[in-house]
C-alpha cells in the first residue's frame, strides 16, 4: 500500500468511526483529541481511586497485625 492510499484508509477509518482525530501530514502521525471531563467526573475518578488506595492500605495494615498478634502469642507457649 503505498502512503497515498494509506492515508486515504485512516481518514476513511476515522470518519466512520466518527474518532476526534486529525491527521499532521507533515510529521505523519495521527492526532487524537480528547473530550475535558467535567469537575464532577474528574471528582468520582478522584475518589474512585482514593477508596482503592485506602482498600488497600487497609488490608496491609489488617495483615500486618495479624501476624504480629501470631507472633505474640507463638512466644507465649509454653511446652
Not at 474518532?19 to 499532521?24: Q, R, S, T, V
Not at 467526573?41 to 487497609?58: C, H, P
Request: proline share 4%; net charge neutral; with cysteine.
Amino acid at each position: 500500500m503505498n502512503p497515498e492510499e494509506a492515508e486515504c484508509w485512516i481518514v476513511n477509518l476515522i470518519r466512520n468511526a466518527r474518532l476526534d482525530a486529525k491527521i499532521d501530514s507533515k510529521l505523519a502521525h495521527v492526532v487524537m483529541g480528547t473530550q475535558p471531563l467535567s469537575p464532577y467526573q474528574q471528582l468520582v475518578e478522584k475518589i474512585d481511586s482514593l477508596s482503592v488506595r485506602s482498600e488497600a492500605l487497609q488490608s496491609l495494615i489488617e495483615r500486618k497485625l495479624k501476624a504480629r498478634t501470631q507472633d505474640i502469642r507463638w512466644g507465649a507457649q509454653e511446652f
